[in-house]
């Protein structure tokens, strides 16, 4: 069975199972069948009772084994109308732990963990490194590192890091170890910053993929000795440019150093102290190469034994226009606008048939007219005359654009429809201020993918076969399109339970070339009770969107249908 098969199961499971985090303003919970204002009950060692509020969608009942004889809940079941749930806890002469489970009945029982603790008396935990708690996030740990993103928020939610790894926090208790009250100073009435070492301790839990501490408590803050005021981040496009960072600082003059890796692009070109703070000048330089990149720049001052270090993170694009970074159509827009006339160089453009201009089909004159954009609509207007009037700063005109190969176009071969997604290379310029190709100096790179229409463009004329599907995945298409087929075996039959199908289709109908995943019915429905079943042999057009889960090339799963089955269409 492929694995994608009881992806869904195994989903619901740990979803099922996981342990929540919580807020102040009971914004919490994971779980759409029920929500719970904490999944963390701490007791003193003289116990108490805690409330936390309950918000389910039906009935609920509390698994009576997991409650331990030391513990009371109540109630112990109810539905959607109940509020709030009780635990309450006698004295305790030891620490005590368990997990309760609560049940959300119906026909898939769904269980939301609370965890609840008595400790009596206080054990101070060893400082652990972070890369221990994300290797076994069950239980609590005392953790030591740099605040490495902005605490100011109203549940103290933040990151820590030390050498071994970074840690979210979700809630920050505050100094009498309750949640803070908004607004506040800082994290919870803390005021710690970027930069400040903090020393934590909390129960580690998972929710969904992230690990994270829940409601930590503050050991201890060791204020940083310099504070960067500006110029956290710095982004560039590949033209480069300046920035600069602004710093304070209590300790000894900070020392500059820039990554290794990036010291061939990042550079000082000036530094100026006030009376507070320093501001020093960088210089970022232009981008030669495809490929982006990212520097780092570190700021350390020292006092004593003490030192704290600050960094700057600038990253810059790559060359665009290329064929492995082409334009978006906005950015050809842009770039066409600064333009005094046609460019010297060839670019690419990469975007959507969005509006064919009147004849503007591939034909006698072996060259195309159209409009792309980047989501695929014509945002411009048709004036009473049946011309386009494009809006100049989402629609890029192709203009009399060749086919493949910067040939021209012949009889024989696949024309262009709307939708298809293209990319054109050849020169650009600006038109009475529309962005557009130079007349018969661009062509039509790809066509949804494909650099050839042997093996059809995945259009409704032009349908992809399966060998021209794998070629479109290959090249990353998005786009809806067209495949032709012969059901060869199938995996699922259409039944009402699901209203898809899946399975294989190959040119003549006898070999697994190209699986059909989960395709809906005639008119992208699902199919019903009553509709015709699909069998070996069908001759089958599908519409939708193409991906590869591992070596298979597929449709996309619900995100196709059966447009036509031997020749009928809804």
Not at 43 to 71: C, H, K, M, N, R
Not at 111 to 120: D, F, K, L, W
Not at 495 to 517: C, H, P, R
Request: proline share 3%; net charge negative.
């Amino acid at each position: 069975m492929k694995l994608k098969y009881i992806l869904s199961s195994l989903l619901a499971l740990v979803l099922g199972t996981a342990f929540t985090g919580c807020s102040e303003d009971f914004e919490p919970t994971y779980l759409s069948e029920v929500k719970v204002s904490s999944a963390y009950v701490s007791f003193p060692a003289a116990g108490s009772t805690v409330t936390i509020d309950l918000q389910a969608t039906g009935v609920w009942a509390i698994d009576e084994a997991s409650v331990p004889a030391w513990l009371t809940v109540s109630p112990m079941s109810g539905d959607a109308s109940v509020k709030q749930l009780s635990f309450t806890a006698g004295a305790a002469s030891e620490t005590r732990t368990t997990t309760v489970l609560l049940n959300v009945l119906g026909d898939n029982v769904v269980s939301q963990r609370i965890n609840v603790q008595q400790v009596t008396a206080k054990v101070e935990l060893p400082i652990s490194p972070i890369s221990a708690v994300i290797a076994n996030p069950d239980g609590n740990y005392r953790v030591k590192g740099v605040c490495v993103s902005n605490p100011d928020n109203q549940y103290g939610n933040w990151n820590i890091q030390d050498e071994t790894g970074t840690l979210y926090i979700y809630g920050t208790l505050d100094k009498k170890g309750n949640k803070g009250a908004y607004p506040i100073s800082g994290t919870n009435g803390w005021g710690f910053t970027v930069g400040d070492v903090i020393t934590v301790e909390g129960p580690a839990t998972v929710y969904g993929s992230t690990i994270e501490m829940v409601d930590v408590t503050v050991i201890s803050i060791q204020k940083s000795l310099i504070k960067i005021e500006e110029g956290e981040t710095a982004a560039f496009d590949a033209n480069g440019g300046d920035f600069m960072v602004r710093y304070s600082y209590t300790g000894d003059v900070p020392s500059i150093t820039v990554a290794e890796d990036a010291k061939s692009w990042i550079g000082i070109s000036s530094i100026e102290q006030t009376d507070s703070t320093t501001n020093v000048i960088f210089h970022v330089a232009p981008n030669t190469e495809e490929a982006a990149r990212t520097g780092v720049i570190e700021f350390t001052s020292k006092s004593g034994s003490a030192s704290s270090t600050l960094t700057s993170t600038v990253s810059q694009m790559g060359l665009s226009g290329t064929l492995t970074n082409p334009f978006t159509v906005a950015d050809a827009i842009a770039y066409c606008k600064s333009l005094t006339g046609a460019t010297a160089n060839d670019f690419y453009v990469k975007g959507k048939i969005s509006k064919i201009d009147n004849n503007g089909q591939f034909g006698s004159f072996g060259n195309a007219t159209f409009y792309i954009s980047d989501d695929g609509e014509y945002h411009g207007t048709v004036s009473n005359d049946n011309k386009l009037v494009p809006d100049t700063e989402l629609d890029f005109e192709a203009y009399r654009v060749l086919f493949f190969n910067n040939e021209k176009w012949t009889e024989g071969h696949a024309n262009i429809s709307e939708g298809d997604e293209v990319i054109i290379c050849g020169k650009l310029t600006l038109y009475k201020g529309i962005a557009e190709t130079s007349g018969n100096n661009a062509y039509i790179y790809s066509l949804n993918g494909v650099t050839t229409d042997e093996n059809g463009v995945g259009s409704l004329e032009a349908p992809f076969n399966s060998a021209g599907a794998k070629a479109a995945i290959d090249n990353g298409v998005s786009s809806d399109v067209f495949v032709k087929g012969k059901v060869s075996s199938i995996v699922s039959q259409f039944s009402a339970q699901y209203g898809n199908a899946t399975f294989w289709i190959s040119d003549d109908g006898t070999a697994e070339e190209f699986e059909a995943y989960r395709v809906l019915w005639l008119g992208n429905q699902k199919w019903v009770e009553g509709n015709d079943p699909i069998a070996v042999g069908d001759e089958v057009l599908l519409r939708g969107k193409l991906t590869k889960y591992g070596s298979t090339y597929e449709t996309s799963s619900g995100k196709a249908y059966i447009y036509s089955v031997n020749g009928k269409t809804e």
